[in-house]
């Protein structure tokens, strides 16, 4: 007789797979990949460390199926916003202030999704996520231009670029050396001023005009 697996098997082993991640997401947040060992997150889930294998070959796919979850959420979060409605200006100028909120109120898991060191299927997870963010800015941008509203010509080009400037402009202050100075009382950018900068920067990269501007004739 030939065993198979039961439904009621399978749904416990895929709620607790949901269950591990989560766990590891929670350990990367409060500490970054650093912090996410599979001995520390089987005592977290309350497993054996060698049941975690059941589920994950190894750290690196666990990291990079966290590093996943985590990306989609704010791939989602950023697609609600530019594909509103309301003028392309608007919505990317609102795109970006609330992707720089969301890092900033996440700081620890933001700076550990853009930059921290990883093993290497995090890193391409990493790139995976870059053209999926990328994809949504250049989809804003063939809006914008056909609107009249953004003046650019390499859409997908630009739109890499839109995605490497907010990495750029957040990695800084969302670093644990700007988390420091912070905590020490030193001076170190806010949310506002990177917010206010990051947005005038890629308006203009995109030939938009301020919000506070009115469009050239």
């Known amino acids: 007789m ?5 439904p009621l098997r399978i749904d416990r082993d895929q709620a607790l797979r949901r269950y591990i991640l989560a766990c590891a997401l929670q350990r990367v947040a409060a500490g970054g990949f650093v912090a996410l060992t599979m001995q520390a997150l089987a005592e977290d889930v309350g497993i054996a460390t060698g049941s975690l294998y059941r589920h994950f070959r190894g750290k690196g796919e666990l990291a990079a199926e966290v590093f996943a979850l985590a990306s989609q959420r704010e791939v989602d ?8 409605p309301g ?3 608007t919505r990317l100028a609102e795109g970006l202030r609330q992707f720089a909120e969301r890092a900033w109120h996440s700081r620890r898991l933001a700076f550990a999704l853009i930059a921290e060191p990883v093993e290497p299927e995090v890193d391409e997870q990493r790139l995976l996520y870059r053209v999926a963010y990328a994809e949504l800015f250049a989809e804003l941008l063939d809006e914008g231009i056909a609107s009249g509203d953004f003046h650019v010509e390499q859409v997908n080009l630009i739109a890499a670029c839109l995605v490497g400037a907010i990495a750029e402009a957040l990695v800084g202050p969302l670093s644990p050396q700007a988390r420091a100075a912070r905590e020490a009382g030193r001076p170190a950018l806010g949310l506002e001023a990177v917010n206010h900068s990051l947005i005038t920067f890629c ?10 501007e009115e469009p050239q004739s």
């Open 2 to 6: 030939v065993y198979r697996t039961s």
């Open 77 to 84: 979060a950023l697609a609600r916003v530019l594909r509103a």
């Open 87 to 89: 003028s392309p200006v």
């Open 203 to 212: 308006l203009r990269a995109v030939g938009a005009p301020l919000l506070n």
